[in-house]
């Protein structure tokens, strides 16, 4: 480990922060803060912020990061997202500091050119796999993007005991995320227990929706982060409903981390680069309907065991050297 005095000063300069639903973000810092000077700043207040969360700093006038740059001297600016990518183009050159991107899934599969150019300033832009031929056409080159995994930490959810009966679905309350399918699910399986974890947005029309149906799913707060291994540890499987017009919904890193916890999962089938993220590991759905017969039994065990092998993937210390091999350059 480097002594602080030696550490590569990293700036985050993200959107929201600390936005409850962006575990990926609080995942990636943890997995980073003991080799790394790291400090965050968010250019938005998060509307449904979580307790438990790296220190930060949240101001809105750029007069404020300009200050932070001052006084921080970063060695290189970090985002989330490629929308932020004319942003941290501006900002790095108004300071001559490099920086990185971690695009995820709505900012990739709904963005189109004109383009995202880019400078000599950005070091690489990891993302999914599939999303690569959409950020070349938007002018991004080949060479700067880097195929990369969802970001989870796997030793937090890692747990082969047996799981429990329940079913479960996360996350915020977007149309991306069409819970109605979940609430017709559970009407269709009344008498099973279904468990929604809801984070704001559109949660309380959701609410108003399940009590017309006479309450198929409880619907619960969201919790943090640190108390989600036993949240998919009650559950034998997570089935992940999208909305299969928007089709904006990525490789959510809760289908890994239920992997991890030996829960079964079932996700929307959107696209067929989904099989190659679940990689033999769950079940793609077109319509509900076609679920009960699914999650009315036991999660295959052959499928529960390579579940635990296709949610390594996505561990941050595995695949963090992606990104930390481009922080390195700037020392």
Known sequence: MNSSSSR??????????????????????????????????????????????????????????????????????HTHYATLIPNLERISANNRVPYTVRAHS??????RPPDLRVSDYCLGVLSFPYTRSVLESAQIPKERILDCWPVIDFARFHDTSPNGNAILNLGASLPKKNFQDFLDLGALMRGREFNLYSIGYNTPQLIDKNREMG???????PVEHSQMPAVYKKHQW??????????????????????????????????????????????????????????????????????????????????????????????
């Open 238 to 331: 997570l089935v992940y409903t999208a909305n299969k017009k928007l089709g904006n919904v990525g490789w959510p890193l809760a289908l890994a981390e239920a992997m991890a916890a030996g829960t079964g999962v079932c996700m929307q089938n959107l696209r067929p680069d989904l099989k190659q993220f679940l990689g033999g590991a769950g079940f793609l759905f077109d319509s509900v309907q076609e679920l009960p017969r699914i999650v009315s039994q036991p999660v295959p065990k052959e499928m529960r065991e390579l579940g635990f092998k296709v949610a390594k993937r996505s561990d941050i210390n595995v695949h963090k050297k992606l990104l930390t091999d481009l922080w390195d350059k700037c020392a």
């Open 106 to 111: 709505f900012d990739t599969d709904g963005y």
């Open 215 to 221: 309450e198929p799913v409880r619907i619960l707060p």
């Open 8 to 77: 590569i000063r990293v700036l985050y300069v993200v959107e929201r922060f600390p936005q409850l639903s962006e575990t990926y973000i609080h995942a990636e810092i943890a997995a980073l803060k003991d080799d790394y000077d790291i400090r965050v700043f968010a250019l938005q207040p998060a509307n449904s912020p979580a307790k438990e969360h790296y220190p930060y700093t949240q101001k809105q006038h750029p007069a404020h990061l300009r200050e932070v740059i001052q006084e921080f001297k970063p060695n290189v600016l």
